[in-house]
């Protein structure tokens, strides 16, 4: 019986990362998330869907806001597609590859000897309401606000939201078709618990980047704060901040799962550690295996750098 392992923003365009998907343990009976951010071209998702589906059971992927870069391909007569075009172009690359994405059915896991859980794969972008009041009143003045410290996200330049007038617009109507997918979900599988996988954090306040301030505002919305009660969810697994680390709210285990630049993961290379052991176990997990109480809440988060 399988067991289920999570890991996000890999970043493909960097030789060294490509080097160490390149060493994934071959784990035919165990199942992979891949949480956004592999990269910002085609050629990125392809080769990590390559390598994953060659060595685990399953692969499931969502989309980060790397992959929904419009990248300029220098040829003026195949251009890059934008939003919601890039996004399906995406979908086309991981279905050729047999990859399970936010617009395929949620599929029941196995779970092993942690039981079955209901997988559930979520596209929600973002849409500036995590700056803090007053300046989560439009997106202006959450722009404004992170500016006065000079954050400003390559978002702003390569992550276009064609059809929609604007990313805010883009992201509300995402955030409306996943939480439509998980109600139907919980009336279809009432007793099934939920890992829900997202690339963007679903709350405001595990968001830790001191060295990126006021970057939150490109992190989430405000709508998915407590869709982890409200969904009974298990486990709640995202990437994005590049700060890997594992929380507890309400019960339900988060668990930000990033590898990140080569830069942000060096101190653990120094250490022996490759990307097998920076993977983490999503399902069952320590605590499901050893039947402990799960804690309601934690209030120091367990730093992952190291696995």
């Keep these: 019986m399988g067991r289920l392992y999570a890991i996000a923003d890999l970043h493909l ?26 990269g910002e071209k085609a050629e990125h998702l392809e080769l990590a869907f390559e390598v994953a589906t060659k060595r685990f059971k399953t692969v499931y992927w969502v989309p980060g ?23 399906e172009e995406c979908v086309e690359v991981a ?20 039981g079955p859980v209901l997988i559930c794969l ?24 992170a500016e006065e410290v000079g954050t400003v996200a390559t978002d702003e330049v390569l992550l276009h939201a064609d059809p929609y007038d604007h990313k805010v617009e883009w992201g509300l109507a995402r955030q409306a078709i996943s939480r439509q997918r998980l109600e139907e979900a919980k009336k279809k599988h009432p007793d ?13 306040d595990l968001i830790y980047i001191p060295l990126a301030p006021r970057f939150e505002i490109w992190c989430g919305s405000v709508q998915t704060e407590a869709w982890h009660r409200e969904f009974g ?19 339900c285990r988060f ?4 590898l990140g630049y080569p830069r942000q993961w060096q101190g653990p290379r120094d250490r022996g550690l490759d990307i097998n052991m920076l993977m983490r176990e999503i399902w069952p997990g320590e605590v499901e295996r050893k039947g402990n109480v799960p804690p ?12």
């Design 13 to 38: 365009s960097w030789d060294l990362n490509r080097q160490e998907l390149a060493k994934l343990d071959y784990c035919p009976d165990d199942s992979l998330i891949l949480a956004g951010d592999l």
């Design 192 to 204: 099934l618990p939920l890992v829900l996988v997202n690339h963007w954090p679903l709350r405001r």
């Design 65 to 87: 806001n790397h992959e929904l870069y419009s990248v300029a391909s220098g040829d003026d007569n195949n251009p890059t597609p934008r939003g919601v075009k890039k996004y």
């Design 233 to 251: 969810a298990k486990v709640v697994v995202t990437g994005h901040l590049h700060v890997p680390r594992t929380d507890w709210r309400d019960g």
């Design 95 to 114: 279905r050729r590859y047999g990859v399970l994405t936010p617009e395929d059915e949620f599929a029941v896991h196995d779970g092993g000897e942690g």
């Design 122 to 145: 979520l596209f929600t972008l973002y849409d500036y309401t995590f700056a803090p009041p007053p300046h989560d009143e439009s997106p202006e003045k959450a722009l404004a606000w």
């Design 296 to 307: 309601e809440d934690s209030t120091m988060p367990k730093w992952r750098r190291n696995g």
């Design 255 to 258: 668990e930000e799962v990033s």
